[in-house]
């Protein structure tokens, strides 16, 4: 059974740092991209990063870019979110999400449940 | 960027009949990298369509999806309850991949 775990969400001043943390299970993880998607309340969903499964290529929303930074362990079957420079409308919900392919050109087949950050002094 | 339009809204509608959801580029996708997802409140979003037509794991066949270019459709032959919810179109096949801004499915 494949399974995400999000964790290192939480409140962060603006101006701050927090690194999200996804921990993956059920499935060959370097074998498939995988990337973040975010949620604001009540709002649409917004891809913010992506990186390949060998973790060579990576993509960000212009939104996040130069602030966040993806990464991934294949050997740990661990993805990571280091977001700084936050800011009030980075507040959302974190997903992590797994990709089809192994590019980062894919749909998402397998979500987290995903990890609330909350930027507000 | 590609922007990405779903209509209607809203679509209100009765359990057993038949779902048609829209969903209109700005520019072409590519290769066809439309998805369609299902958030039920609270919940994370599920993939039921990649490929623009290919259903995914354990999605039942009452959904399908087609469409090309720039036009594309959700359909939902036979709502049954547990279908109401919202749904999102995506396209990935150009960057920044981008969602449309999602059609709701309640219970008329």
């Known amino acids: 059974e494949v399974q995400l775990l999000e964790s290192g969400g939480g409140l962060v001043q603006p101006g701050g740092s927090l690194r999200l943390s996804c921990a993956a299970s059920g499935f060959t993880f370097s074998s498939h991209a995988m990337n973040w998607v975010r949620q604001a309340p009540g709002k649409g969903l917004e891809c913010v990063s992506a990186i390949n499964a060998a973790g060579s290529g990576t993509y960000y929303a212009d939104s996040v870019k130069g602030r966040f930074t993806i990464s991934r362990d294949n050997s740990k079957h661990m993805m990571f979110l280091q977001m700084n420079s936050l800011r009030a409308e980075d507040t959302a919900v974190y997903y992590c999400?797994?990709?089809?392919?192994?590019?980062?050109?894919?749909?998402?087949?397998?979500w987290g449940q995903g990890s609330l950050v909350t930027v507000s002094s | 960027e590609i922007v990405l339009t779903q209509s209607p809204g809203t679509l209100s509608l009765s359990p057993g009949e038949r779902a048609t959801l829209s969903c209109r580029a700005s520019q072409s996708v590519s290769s066809t990298y439309l998805a369609w997802y299902q958030q039920k409140f609270g919940q994370a979003p599920r993939l039921l369509i990649y490929?623009?037509?290919s259903r995914a794991t354990g999605i039942p066949d009452r959904f399908s999806g087609s469409g090309s270019g720039t036009d594309f459709t959700l359909t939902i032959s036979r709502l049954e309850p547990e279908d109401f919810a919202v749904y999102y179109c995506h396209q990935y096949g150009s960057s920044p991949r981008t969602f449309g801004q999602g059609t709701k499915v309640e219970i008329k």
């Open positions: 999400a797994k990709g089809v392919e192994t590019s980062g050109y894919t749909a998402f087949d397998y």
């Open positions: 490929g623009a037509s």
